[in-house]
């Protein structure tokens, strides 16, 4: 089984800055890749930002409404998520996923953003 714990969410005010962390552990044998998601009051869930692994480092993707404003990032089994510039709607709650080298998909618990105007 893996275990997937998220830490570094809180209250921000509009224009700041914020780091998630993710911590896997548990029987991991590979990872393909990880990713940030979110999920906003009365939305669903949203990709937010994913990196792959690899000899190169990893290749990153991130959703339009993010980009040049979060940057996600990976050491070994754990990923962080740095958020600048925070905008009120980028209030949500922040899972991390793992997706193994068989392609099964794993959660965290997620952990609270809000950005407050």
């Known amino acids: 089984q893996v275990q997937l714990v998220e830490s570094g969410g809180g209250l921000v005010q509009a224009g700041g800055s914020l780091r998630l962390s993710c911590a896997a552990s548990?029987?991991?044998?590979?990872?393909?890749?990880m990713a940030w998601y979110r999920r906003a009051p009365g939305k669903q869930r949203e990709l937010v930002a994913t990196?792959?692994?690899?000899?190169?480092?990893?290749i990153t993707n991130y959703a339009d409404s993010v980009k040049g404003r979060f940057t996600i990032s990976r050491t070994n089994a754990r990923v962080y998520l740095q958020m600048n510039s925070l905008k009120p709607e980028d209030t949500a709650v922040y899972y991390c996923?793992?997706?193994?080298?068989?392609?099964?998909?794993?959660w965290g618990q997620g952990t609270q953003v809000t950005v407050s105007s």
């Open positions: 548990g029987s991991i044998f590979s990872i393909n890749a």
């Open positions: 990196i792959t692994t690899g000899v190169s480092g990893g």
């Open positions: 996923n793992l997706r193994d080298g068989t392609y099964r998909d794993f």
